[in-house]
C-alpha cells in the first residue's frame, strides 16, 4: 500500500491522559500536515513539516500538543493531558509540492470521555 | 471573517438532477484551488484542481472567477453515489508555507 497510514483509527481514552497517533507519509513526499475535524466543519489546518523542519504551527496548536518528524519519514502527534474538546478526527496528509493537492490518511478519531 | 466559505447546505436533488456549489475566497493572492469528496466518517479525497479557463471531468465542471474570488463545481446528471460533503479548498500563502485550508462543506444527498 503506498498511500498515507495512520494508527490507531480509533482511540478513546478518559479526560487527563496523554495520547500519540502515528502516519507514515507516502515515502517520496516530503511535506507533511496534521489537520483537526470536528463535525459538520472542513479540516483545520494544525501543523506543517517540510522533510524534518516543523515549518509552521496553527494558533489552534496549544501548548499540549506536540508533533514530531525526527527523521523526515513518519511523524507523531501527542496530545498532553487530553480534554473533551480534544475530541475530534486527526487527520494526516502528506504532498510533494501544495499545488497538487494534497493525499490523506484515514484519520485517527479521538474521543476523550 | 473565514478564509474559506461555503453554504453547508445539505443540498437534496433526486437522480439525474443538475446541482452547482458555490464558494468564496478571502485571499486574492491564493494561487491553487481546489474541489474534495468526503464521504461520511472518511477522509477527504482530491476531486479536481480548479483552473481560471474553467475545467471538466465527466459529469464535474468546475469554474473559477479570480475577480470576484469565487469558485463553483457543477455536477451533471447526479448519482446516489455522488452523496457526499463536497469541500472547497485553496492554498493559503501565509506563513510560507502554501498550505491548504478547507471550507466548511457542503453536503449533497441524492435521492432516488
Known amino acids: 500500500d503506498t498511500g498515507v497510514s495512520q494508527d490507531p483509527r480509533h482511540k478513546i481514552t478518559k479526560r487527563g491522559q496523554n495520547v500519540t497517533f502515528r502516519c507514515d507519509p507516502i515515502?517520496?513526499?516530503?511535506?507533511l500536515y496534521w489537520y483537526r475535524q470536528t463535525l459538520g466543519q472542513g479540516p483545520e489546518f494544525l501543523t506543517y513539516?517540510?522533510?524534518?523542519?516543523?515549518?509552521?504551527k496553527s494558533r489552534l496548536l496549544s501548548d499540549r500538543f506536540s508533533a514530531e518528524r525526527p527523521k523526515g519519514s513518519f511523524s507523531t502527534l501527542e496530545i498532553q493531558r487530553t480534554e473533551q474538546g480534544d475530541s475530534a478526527m486527526y487527520l494526516c496528509?502528506?504532498?510533494?509540492?501544495?499545488?497538487?493537492?494534497?493525499?490523506f490518511g484515514s484519520g485517527t478519531r479521538l474521543t476523550v470521555v | 471573517r473565514k478564509e474559506v466559505e461555503q453554504d453547508p447546505g445539505p443540498f437534496n436533488v433526486p437522480e439525474g438532477a443538475t446541482v452547482a456549489f458555490n464558494c468564496t475566497y478571502s485571499n486574492s493572492a491564493s494561487q491553487s484551488f481546489f474541489w474534495y469528496r468526503q464521504d461520511c466518517r472518511k477522509e477527504p479525497k482530491l476531486l479536481m484542481s480548479?483552473?481560471?479557463s474553467g475545467n471538466e471531468d465527466g459529469r464535474f465542471t468546475a469554474q473559477l472567477n479570480r475577480a470576484s474570488q469565487y469558485i463553483s463545481l457543477l455536477i451533471r446528471d447526479s448519482k446516489l453515489s455522488d452523496s457526499a460533503t463536497y469541500l472547497c479548498?485553496?492554498?493559503?500563502?501565509?506563513?510560507?508555507?502554501?498550505?491548504?485550508?478547507f471550507g466548511q462543506g457542503t453536503t449533497l444527498q441524492v435521492k432516488p
Open positions: 513539516f517540510q522533510n524534518e523542519a516543523q515549518l509552521e
Open positions: 496528509a502528506s504532498s510533494l509540492t501544495s499545488n497538487y493537492g494534497y493525499t
Open positions: 480548479v483552473y481560471s
Open positions: 515515502s517520496e513526499h516530503n511535506r
Open positions: 479548498v485553496v492554498n493559503s500563502l501565509s506563513g510560507n508555507t502554501g498550505k491548504l485550508i
